[in-house]
């Protein structure tokens, strides 16, 4: 029997008297910083610029696809946006967002840890970013962007406009060295720089996320990288790798870009998948359901992460064996991933549910990335997948893991750790509405796509069959929806910067130690020693608990306490 | 005296099952099915589709009862119950997809050998003889006459039909009868054999009535066989990204009863094929 009716563990309690408001000066967000802190805000301020620079560019496309013929763009303009559409999207915002911005900001508090363990390799990791972004947009003035699309598949793009495809080349592999930099610092922080006395097996679940995406990166990345310095050398210097009318092999190049860019899609998903392990216990007020199931079905989906990649190439004239054995891996995926959902829904289940932004925004994420795992299946069936391989089946279903996941839950972490790293609470009315907005937009704009595919619309295409409009009209409707919802967001964070109620330190009582600090941290993360955190996700009460506000006397001398 | 939750939660059970039972025999997604194997990769998606309508209304149900029966009530601030897991049923959520899954697999795995994807293309060339000749002469077989990859499963034996793909067009050639077309037509019920090569870039062929999509790729023959069993016009799509102007790259297939498609013929075919100018050897 407790003697305690409300379960005060020593992480509930406010951490430290010292009330110390710090402040980083803003000229050290624009340069060389080394504080984890500052770096994690700069890939993600930066990440956002770019979420907007691929939205106007989504824009573009959806505005496009309103008619059946092409008469909004020039078709070489078209396929140029769809390029830098995707390239954006993946390459600087989401994979900097959910590894740079959340994992340089967290994991060295949930290790405990002052810093990474490499700060100046973490920042020249930054600032590699910023050039390559430019110079990937600058390719459209200067004489055109790639015209392949993300995918760069030879002989295409050995034959398109060489400018704009050699400096996508450039770009993707700084941001894919940016990547590999911060991916090696991660591995070493969380093995090497936790806090004495802190187990592998009590960290947060994102430190294991983090740790699963970082390994992706360092195995398959290189892999990229030396693909697509082959693919320069066929554009620049003649040479045959990709190349079918010099004796090459353009099959190659599929295997070698899809065995990093399937991964690619975990280093998407498996730190979102940590954020949302962090954000659901605190709003539900409950223990993570299922801890140690939780990492291994991580390292399950790394390992499986790693032998999917040919289930892109179905069509491409695999040998046999090869796609049955990439059916199976790649549906058997779903068993790992399958665990994380069902342990997060009985997180929910029976807590106490504080319908905020940051959980209503996870409980999207978790509606759309299981609806786009089902048709990920359904994908993974070479006979079902030859019918809708290519088309706008599969736009839908990549969208609903890239967007409808991942970015839901870039959105929920950032109404869940704003305060702790401005000090403010976000407004919570315009949060819901930018959750409805975007849940209502996201599932308007590419619901309709899976038909679209079903019924012979392939993708990348500017121009299509006029039977196809009305359906096409409502997705743009949905992607309007979508630009909407980002002005209440835009909004809320300018309006609580400036004025937004103070959030105190602990605003959401949670236990991991990034909250056992001021809001903002000090540079030194916490002025005294790192609080020692072994139980990451101590909330609940003991079943028998009693109310403290409304127990009496009697009742707690007859229960015998 | 309330219904026990067990009660309701079984009869939950038996209502989704039944939803998504109906779903996937009633709810057609699918456009009109023009080919032999067509119907049985629909049957595959209605399969899915039961499946995932099933997998899907369940979570978001849960998801939704949580979020409202579960909500945090004003001037509540207690926590929940500080249950950490359950390795019972952990077991059975990891299990139970685990089987669905590997039965899903061998359930394609099927459908895609009977439509002939697992075919050995070791020793199938476009042109046998030749390739033959030159492997007993030993020399490596002329990549350009190999097929890589592909839908087969009538051992040659099929009406064949020759596709070249490039920037923007598909191009149709009846070796047989030694002409060439914009158009594709092809017999009702008869077994055909596209073999499928590339000018330029990649292309891809597909037929959504047909539910066949094979990439076209320069440098690696690739063959498709099928039986078209419904007559009609049908769209011929490009769905490989193969530059400006991938979306205008349709073409049209025409299935016809063997009688009109034999008339087609001879009327296409050149009237003197022994004085064509063309000297090469006719397949």
Known sequence: MTTNALPVSPHHREPHPVDVQHHTPWHEYFGFSLDHKVIGIQYLVTGFFFYLVGGALAGMIRVELVTPLSDFMARETYNQVLTLHGTIMIFLWIVPVVNGAFGNYLVPFHVGARDMAFPRLNAVAFWMLPPAGFLLLSSYFIGGAAQSGWTAYPPLSITTPAVGQVIWIVSVLLLGGSSIFGAVNFIATILKLRRSGLGLFQLPMFCWAMLGTSVLVVLATPVLAGALILLSMDIVAGTGFFNPALGGNAVVYQHLFWFYSHPAVYIMVLPAFGLVSEILPIHARKPLFGYRSMIYSILGIVFLGLIVWAHHMFTSGTPPWMRLFFTIATAIIAVPTGIKFFNWLATLWQGKLALNSALLFCCGFIFNFVFGGITGVALAQVPFDVHVHDTYFVVAHFHYIVFGGTVFVIFAAIYHWFPKISGRLLNEHLGRLHCLLSFLGFNICFFPQHWLGLNGMPRRVAEYDPQFQLVNQISSVGALLLAISTLPFLINVAWSLWKGVPAGDNPWQACTPEWLTSSPPPVENWLHEAPLVTEPYDYGSPEDAMPVTTVQGRELWSAGR | ?283
């Open chain 2, 1 to 283: 005296m309330p219904i026990p939750a067990s009660i309701l939660t079984l009869a939950a059970g038996i209502l989704l099952a039944l939803i998504s039972l109906w779903a996937g025999q009633n709810i057609n997604l699918m456009p009109v099915a023009a080919a032999d194997d067509a119907g049985t990769v629909d049957a595959l998606f209605k399969v899915l589709f039961s499946i995932g309508v099933g997998l899907l209304l369940g979570i978001t149900a849960m998801l939704v009862v949580a979020l409202v029966h579960f909500r945090r009530r004003d001037g509540d601030h207690l926590d929940g119950p500080a249950v950490e897991g359950n390795l019972p049923l952990e077991v059975f959520w990891t299990a139970v997809p685990a089987i669905v899954i590997l039965i899903l697999g061998v359930y394609s795995y099927d459908i895609y050998a009977q439509m002939g994807g697992m075919a050995d293309f070791h020793h199938h060339t476009s042109m046998p003889p030749r390739e033959v000749e030159q492997v007993s002469l030993g020399h490596p077989a002329d990549p350009e006459t190999v097929i890589w990859g592909g839908i087969d499963r009538t051992d040659g034996m099929a009406f064949p039909v020759e596709v070249t793909a490039m920037q923007f067009a598909f191009i149709f050639h009846y070796p047989r009868q030694n002409f060439t077309t914009g158009e594709l037509h092809l017999p009702l019920g008869q077994p055909v054999e596209l073999r499928l090569k590339s000018n330029d870039v990649i292309h891809a062929f597909w037929v959504p009535e047909f539910r066949l999509k094979q990439d076209v790729i320069p440098g690696q023959p690739t063959v498709l066989s099928f039986t078209a069993n419904r007559q009609g016009d049908y769209d011929i799509v490009c769905a490989e990204l193969c530059g400006p102007y991938h979306g205008g790259m349709r073409s049209k297939v025409v299935v016809e009863d063997p009688r009109s498609f034999e008339e087609w013929l001879v009327h296409n075919t050149p009237a003197t094929v022994a004085t064509a100018p063309d000297s090469s050897p006719i397949a």
